[in-house]
């Protein structure tokens, strides 16, 4: 039975890609780089087994804080590629270094089973909440879960009223904080009551017409 368990242990894999650096601009002046986090699973630990998602470099810096700190300094974290005060959104070289470095980090996380029990790590690589959401999540102040929250990210296209009720219903799209989740059911329901509302409105007014109509004829 335990050489069960180790076979099954060794033939669980997880592979991830930091790819596809793109520049972004907060304004005018400001601009940053994120990359794609790309993963490949067949293991127990995660529930979506194939994801992608994009993250920058200050958001690794927060998941390695973060981690060190939620392991009570009982793992020691492998070291990310330093922050350069002399980074250069317009050298390749270096975006292909700090690139390759955030890959190898990941890699190391990925091989320690304590770090892979942390929900914010799963967050982190699976959806797309920001830093402040994920923290939420993991707490459970969020009307949705982190399982919920993972499955949700991608699905940003609703193809009518009633998809978008039942994703509702479920959980928050993963770029929703829960604010905008409990906004979000109001206005549908506006929308119905409204819709509601025009029905009848064209009915009131075409009975109206029909009784107008059969009073003319009757009084010629």
Same mark, same amino acid.
């Not at 967050?123 to 797309?128: A, D, E, M, R």
């Not at 025009?198 to 009915?203: G, H």
């Given at each position: ?10 033939? +669980? $894999?997880?592979?991830?890609? $930091? ?5 972004? @601009? ?11 986090? #790309? ?5 127990? #630990?995660?529930? @979506? ?11 690794? $810096? ?5 981690? +060190? ?5 009982? $793992? +020691? ?5 330093? &922050?350069?005060?002399?980074? !250069? ?6 975006? !292909? ?5 955030? +890959? &190898?980090? /990941? ?13 914010? /790590? ?43 009720? &039942?994703? *509702? %219903?479920? !959980? #928050?799209? #993963? ?8 906004? !979000?059911?109001?206005?549908? @329901? ?22 107008? *109509? %059969?009073?003319? %004829?009757?009084?010629?």
């Amino acid at each position: 039975m335990r050489e069960e368990t180790e076979n099954t242990e060794s033939q +669980q $894999v997880i592979s991830v890609w $930091v790819r596809d650096p793109r520049i972004q @601009k907060n304004d005018f002046w400001h601009a940053y780089i994120d990359y794609e986090i #790309c993963l490949h699973t067949n293991s127990v #630990c995660f529930n @979506k087994k194939t994801s992608s998602v994009r993250r920058r470099y200050s958001e690794f $810096v927060w998941l390695r804080q973060k981690l +060190q700190a939620n392991s009570m300094l009982m $793992v +020691q974290l492998p070291e990310m590629p330093p &922050k350069n005060p002399f980074f !250069s959104l317009n050298s390749a070289q270096q975006i !292909s270094e700090r690139m390759k470095g955030l +890959q &190898k980090f /990941l890699e190391q996380i990925l091989q320690n089973p304590l770090l892979l029990s942390d929900s914010c /790590l799963h967050l982190f690589l699976q959806s797309q909440l920001s830093v402040s959401m994920i923290q939420a999540c993991a707490a459970g102040r969020t009307p949705y879960s982190v399982v919920q929250a993972v499955q949700r990210c991608g699905l940003r296209r609703f193809h009518s009223e009633e998809d978008l009720q &039942k994703v *509702l %219903s479920l !959980s #928050c799209d #993963c770029d929703s904080d829960s604010s905008e989740f409990r906004d !979000s059911q109001p206005r549908i @329901k506006d929308l119905a009551i409204n819709k509601a509302e025009s029905t009848a409105s064209l009915d009131l007014m075409r009975t109206s017409q029909e009784e107008t *109509l %059969s009073c003319s %004829s009757g009084s010629t």
